[in-house]
């Protein structure tokens, strides 16, 4: 993520955090993503696949879907076969519905979902999968009719998403944050983390080799319950360990 691309990223975290409701968390996020071709959102906690045929309005943290679509979905329980879902479940970092894997072997009911999407304008997206700190699996997806989401800009969308479902859930008033400490170190690495610096940057700058970045980064990981780096930047920022 560029330097650019990141002061615009912090100022729309600056925003979250004074957003008192889900309905102005999702405003905020469509506000600064309407560019992308955004023109809807949903995020929610997903159960095991083998309970997801359970999936109800309970586990939506937020979203911003077209009535019908929603209530279509909810009730004909296509969370079971929802290949987006699905693939939530199994991938660790986000993903393009067009990526090839997302529909590798779709079955009918999938393509059925998918088509039926489609109709309220929802032929593309990008998922990010996510994990609370209680260790639930989630993840949020930006939606349209076409977005333009460039590789670049993957790793924003993935920290605005980190960072979203966090404050949706503090301001549901579901409990998010557990005590967190993370070493000198630790706190280092992942502040130049967020600042863009790849592995071999972070050692050059800290004077550790790569595998120590790498070894650093998975203690953060771990100590703060993130899939990725772009979580765990996320809830860095989120949590107030880097500024």
């Known amino acids: 993520m560029s330097r650019k691309s990141l002061d615009h990223t912090l100022k729309l975290l600056k925003e979250l955090d ?29 159960p095991t696949e083998r309970s997801l045929a359970a999936f109800n309005r309970q586990f939506l943290v937020m979203e911003s879907l077209p009535e019908e679509w929603r209530q279509r979905y909810l009730h004909r329980r296509y969370a079971a076969h929802d290949p987006i879902v699905l693939h939530t ?33 929802l032929r593309d997206g990008y998922t990010v999968p996510l994990t609370t700190i209680e260790g639930e699996a989630g993840g ?5 009719s076409r977005l333009e989401v460039a590789p670049e800009h993957r790793g924003m969308l993935t920290l605005i998403a980190s960072y979203a479902f966090g404050q949706a859930l503090l301001v549901r008033g579901q409990p998010t944050d557990g005590p967190v400490k993370l070493s000198p170190r630790e706190r280092e690495t992942l502040q130049w983390a967020a600042e863009g610096k790849t592995d071999w940057e972070i050692g050059e700058i800290m004077g550790i080799s790569e595998h120590g970045v790498d070894s650093h980064l998975r203690c953060v990981r771990t100590k703060l319950n993130a899939r990725n780096r772009a979580q765990s930047v996320a809830e860095g920022f989120r949590l107030g360990i880097i500024v």
């Not at 393509?111 to 309220?120: D, K, L, S, T």
């Not at 949020?140 to 349209?144: E, N, Y």
């Open 18 to 46: 004074r957003a008192g409701s889900i309905p102005e968390v999702v405003a905020t996020v469509q506000r600064q993503l309407s560019g992308f071709g955004v023109e809807a959102i949903i995020a929610g906690l997903l």
């Open 140 to 144: 949020m997806s930006f939606a349209g």
């Open 89 to 121: 479940l199994q991938c660790q970092t986000g993903f393009a519905w067009s990526d090839p894997e997302v529909l590798a072997s779709p079955s009918s009911t999938a393509i059925q979902i998918m088509n039926e999407a489609a109709e309220f304008e």
